[in-house]
């Protein structure tokens, strides 16, 4: 899941804090303005509550002013409270329906109760209104990052970031986490040349920058630069959307460079604490456990990707660990299960059909073979195989089909032709 922290993207000088226009009557003598004014002040001063008191009791008093609706939906979203943020802006929208930056606001209460759509259409009537305001630009922006899960509109997603981020860099070109992020855009898009002259840009006006970091470690990592890797994601920060993959990748960077496991491991630990959405991070650490022979600590991380997203190649992983075990009936548990979701892997029924066959079970093992044929009918071993247990269950017809059938795809494989030979007499 991509954190709510993202909302930390759009920086609190960019939410719109409004000013009513100035009328004829003496501010003293308009309870309404004067409360307005000290809401100004406190909402400056970061004092958020005082300053939502303040502009409620103005729209108490006079209920028809924009501005006041809005800038209770600015303190509002500064505490966190965005149900009652959510319902000014509509409101302020509702009076004053071509102010983008009401629009803005919206998008940020909609996108952190993590109602994406209505904030992405929020957003685009925002910069539609303002197609030039960073604060609109900026908003749309950080909810496309933020509905990029689940992974079906990831690409579409970081694709639209694009355009707008290189529209932000132009309107900002200092803007150090502007560049980092489209670096990061482009990462996730496999475009690594633009993400790497990107990143570093970010990194000559912030070394920090975390999106620029991450950029650059994902680049380093793809390339086998695993010291470089290391030294951009321990610049990550915790709060980067990203950062349980960061430490990830920082793990598997310490081991490629011969750490000792221990190393590693701490930086999965962290991962584990970060508690990512992703299934696949988690499935990911119990490969890279698997590995390092660590088997208790590969067993807890996929059976939280399980936990997480029911990922079917932890069902598998954890049927082999437990295969070799002899646990019998756990493999076949998570066989069974890794086949229900994901029925379309040929080798993983056929691994299955091998355990079965091992247990004595020939019936079932040949109807995983067959199955996996079926998904897959040109693999010569699992055809010779699928032909002996044919003819050890008494399916001589089908025995020699699959025989004849061998012979005709792989005529090349000699030994398992002798095989066929001997073993049909």
Known sequence: ??????????????????????????????????????????????????????????????????????????????????????????????????????????????????????AIEACNEGVRLNPTGEMENASRLTEYFQAGRPDDLRQGNYARAVVILESLVRLRPSASRYHGMLAHAYVRLERDADALAAARTALQIDPQDSFANFAMGSIFFELGQHVEAIESFSRVSPDHPHSDLARFQHALSEIRRGRHAVEAGKHFDVAFKLDPAADEVYHLIGIAYSEMGLQEEAVAAYQKAIEKGDNPGSH???????????????????????????????????????????????????EMYKRSLAIRPNEPGVIFDTAVLSLKLGEKDAALTYFTILRSIAPNRERLLEQCFLIWG
Not at 50 to 67: C, G, H, R, T, V
């Open 316 to 366: 598998f992983a954890l049927a082999g660990i437990y295969a070799k075990l002899g646990d019998f009936e756990r493999a076949s548990t998570f066989y069974r299960k890794g086949i229900e979701i994901k029925p379309d892997t040929p080798s993983y029924i056929k691994r299955f059909g091998d355990l079965l066959l091992d247990n004595g079970n020939r019936r079932e093992a040949l």
């Open 1 to 118: 899941m991509l954190k709510a922290s993202l909302r930390l993207l759009l920086p609190i000088g960019l939410l719109l804090i409004l000013q009513i226009p100035v009328l004829t009557q003496d501010i003293e003598n308009d309870p309404a303005r004067k409360l307005f004014s000290e809401g100004l002040v406190l909402l400056r001063e970061g004092k958020f509550e005082d300053a939502l008191a303040a502009f409620e009791k103005s729209a108490a008093i006079s209920p028809n002013q924009p501005a006041t609706f809005g800038n209770i939906g600015t303190a509002a979203l500064r505490l966190g409270k965005l149900e009652k943020a959510e319902f000014a802006l509509r409101k302020a929208i509702d009076l004053q329906p071509g102010q983008s930056g009401f629009h803005a606001n919206l998008c940020e209460a909609l996108g952190r109760q993590k109602k994406f759509s209505e």
